[in-house]
């Protein structure tokens, strides 16, 4: 088992770097099949997203834009449970087709505060897309319309996410241990 040090914890590999890119290819297929006609907006959440929004991108056939917005509620391992709003949405979204792309949805509450936001613009639509969900984390029920894996309850880094803003560039996803 291959195992990394980030910082002062211990992860070991739990999603392939190939497992990966085969979920996010079947994502793709699905959002082409649904946007096709359209001009989706692609608006990835940073810190985490830039991985996996740059792999679905290049996945996507699609006419498309791209814009970022960049939320923040984790300290350390754990979430704080307050949404901070650190960079603001920098594009019109108005009758757009707003595809949100995030890395992992654990309690649901950015992705929530997110999804209101937007809502004020009048896009045309709102989707969501993410790499990752922890259905047993959910505190907010939130539409989820293309999730890549579901995984337990597990801290994660790698492949775009972090801990504590290390770990990042990893190419598979290593879990706690």
Known sequence: MKTITVKDKQFAVSITEADIKNEIRRVATEIERDF?????????????SF???????????????????????????????????????????????VIIVEDIIDSGLTMAHMIETLEKHNPASISVC?????????????????CCMKIPNDFIVGYGLDYDGFGRNTRDIYTLI
């Open 36 to 48: 096709q006609g359209k001009e989706p907006l692609f608006l990835p959440v940073l810190n985490g």
């Open 51 to 97: 991985v996996f929004a740059a792999d679905l991108l290049r996945e996507i056939s699609l006419p498309c834009e791209v814009s970022f917005i960049k939320l923040a509620s984790y300290m350390g391992t754990q979430t704080t449970g307050q949404i901070r709003e650190v960079i603001g949405l920098a594009t019109d979204i108005t009758d757009r087709h």
């Open 130 to 146: 993410t790499l990752l969900l922890k259905p047993d984390s959910l505190r907010v029920q939130v539409p989820i319309d293309y």
